[in-house]
């Protein structure tokens, strides 16, 4: 079986652009999570998603944005990059409340 | 709010020694521990959990953890650590059931030297 895939793996983007990263989870796993992780650090909750709705947001701006598709997969989007941006954003998938995140390999955002 | 701190930023252990990675935790009620394991360029992998009942979980890999709550600690232990065992270990915590959002340490790089 698959596991939680995620595209792009690497992508460098101008100060100011817009990036939208995908996310597909385990097949039946219906809650999605979204984290960032800057060099060094512990990985940072950006969002959570159950069943399509909003479930948890972390303490980042309005720019970060997330959605989750009627078969699960999720989008992250990001408005009106900055620099301190640059990051590896993972996604997690799981079958619900108190069950095992599963997390992808990343995708590593660079802004120039 | 829940906190997560792991005192060791970076360890080197010599291949076969026993190994101990540090983490506490703030949080008022029973948390719920994991730690995880990153190799460069890689995810995150669950090593194990605790939720309830017996505080020593036992783990993939070989991995242990003991739950001490008069010392908000979930401390990682291994007997004998092998070469492959070299990564980043983040413990993290979950301290609302509802509430899937892990709150995660820095983190703890391991260095195996033969």
């Known amino acids: 079986d698959a596991g939680v895939t995620q595209s792009p793996t690497h992508l460098i983007k101008t100060r100011g652009q817009q990036v939208t990263l995908r996310c597909s989870p385990i097949?039946?796993?219906?809650?999605v999570s979204w984290y960032q992780q800057v060099l060094g650090q512990g990985p940072q909750f950006i969002f959570q998603?159950?069943?399509?709705?909003?479930?948890g947001r972390g303490n980042f701006p309005d720019r970060f944005s997330a959605r989750q598709f009627p078969n699960y997969s999720s989008e992250l989007n990001v408005n009106a990059l900055l620099l301190g941006d640059s990051a590896l954003y993972l996604c997690?998938?799981?079958?619900?409340?108190?069950?095992?995140?599963?997390f992808g390999q990343g995708t590593r955002l660079t802004v120039v | 709010a829940q906190s997560v701190t792991q005192p060791d930023i970076h360890i080197t252990v010599s291949e076969g020694a026993s190994l101990e990675l540090r983490c506490n935790y703030s949080?008022?009620?029973?948390?719920?521990l994991f730690w995880y394991v990153q190799s460069p360029g890689q995810g995150l992998q669950l090593l194990l959990k605790?939720?309830?009942?017996?505080?020593l979980v036992q783990g993939i890999k070989g991995f242990e953890a003991e739950f001490k709550r008069s010392q908000s600690s979930f401390n990682l232990r291994k007997p004998s650590v092998h070469w492959s065992d070299a990564a980043e270990y983040f413990c993290?915590?979950?301290?609302?059931?509802?509430?899937?959002?892990?709150?995660f340490g820095t983190g703890t790089r391991l260095t195996i030297i033969p």
């Open positions: 998603y159950y069943e399509k709705e909003e479930r």
């Open positions: 993290a915590v979950v301290g609302d059931f509802g509430n899937e959002k892990l709150t």
């Open positions: 997690a998938s799981s079958t619900g409340t108190g069950a095992e995140a599963f």
């Open positions: 949080y008022g009620a029973t948390p719920y």
């Open positions: 097949s039946g796993h219906k809650s």
């Open positions: 605790y939720f309830s009942g017996d505080t």
